[in-house]
T-cell receptor
Framework: GAGVSQTPSNKVTEKGKYVELRCDPI?????LYWYRQSLGQGPEFLIY????????DSGLPNDRFFAVRPEGSVSTLKIQRTERGDSAVYLC?????????????FGPGTRLTVL | DQQVKQNSPSLSVQEGRISILNCDYT??????FLWYKKYPAEGPTFLIS?????DKNEDGRFTVFLNKSAKHLSLHIVPSQPGDSAVYFC???????????FGQGTTLQVKP
């Protein structure tokens, strides 16, 4: 069966530009998570969706970051006015339900480089 | 503030010996702990977990120990195999929210 997929795998952009990162979760998974992993660090929580709604967006660093999941499946993470500090691997994960006890399956990530 | 800490960036072990990876946490509200394994260019994959009501959980070659009074957990891999070479992340959550807080990771190298 298909796992979590993320597109693009790599994205290079210039400072100040807008980017969109896409995540396709495992079919039937109601919970979807976005994390960000900087070099030498562990994944850092950004936002979590249960169905279409953001159940917890406490990890979004500022209002330049926004995420949507309009139909409860695919999610898009949007970053406005990108800064060099936004460079990182953006990981998406999904689970059957939004519970810590449900295994989170991660995608391979999108490596974002802001020049 | 780093709520979950893995103070050893790397560990090298001989094949067949035991690997012990350590993790410390500061938030006493954490009630569920997990270990993830990550190979290059792949996402992390779940390895093993433990609830705060237990002090040990075993799954094949992998055992996780939890010491709540010390706010410390460890992952034991025995016997270690070259295929175990990867980055290992400790993670914690509280209140069954699904939100995971990760440590910085420890790179394990198992030498043949």
């Amino acid at each position: 069966g298909a796992g979590v997929s993320q597109t693009p795998s790599n994205k290079v952009t210039e400072k100040g530009k807008y980017v969109e990162l896409r995540c396709d979760p495992i079919s039937g998974h109601t919970a979807l998570y976005w994390y960000r992993q900087s070099l030498g660090q562990g994944p850092e929580f950004l936002i979590y969706f249960q169905g279409t709604g953001a159940a917890d967006d406490s990890g979004l660093p500022n209002d330049r970051f926004f995420a949507v999941r309009p139909e409860g499946s695919v999610s898009t993470l949007k970053i406005q006015r990108t800064e060099r500090g936004d460079s990182a691997v953006y990981l998406c994960a999904s689970s059957l339900q939004g519970s810590s006890y449900n295994e989170q399956f991660f995608g391979p990530g999108t490596r974002l480089t802001v020049l | 503030d780093q709520q979950v800490k893995q103070n050893s960036p790397s560990l090298s072990v001989q094949e067949g010996r035991i690997s012990i990876l350590n993790c410390d946490y500061t938030n006493s509200m954490f009630d569920y702990f997990l270990w993830y394994k990550k190979y290059p260019a792949e996402g992390p994959t779940f390895l093993i977990s433990i609830s705060s009501i237990k002090d040990k959980n075993e799954d094949g070659r992998f055992t996780v120990f939890l010491n709540k009074s010390a706010k410390h957990l460890s992952l034991h891999i025995v016997p270690s195999q070259p295929g175990d070479s990867a980055v290992y992340f400790c993670a914690a959550s509280s209140g069954n929210t699904g939100k995971l807080i990760f440590g910085q990771g420890t790179t394990l190298q198992v030498k043949p």
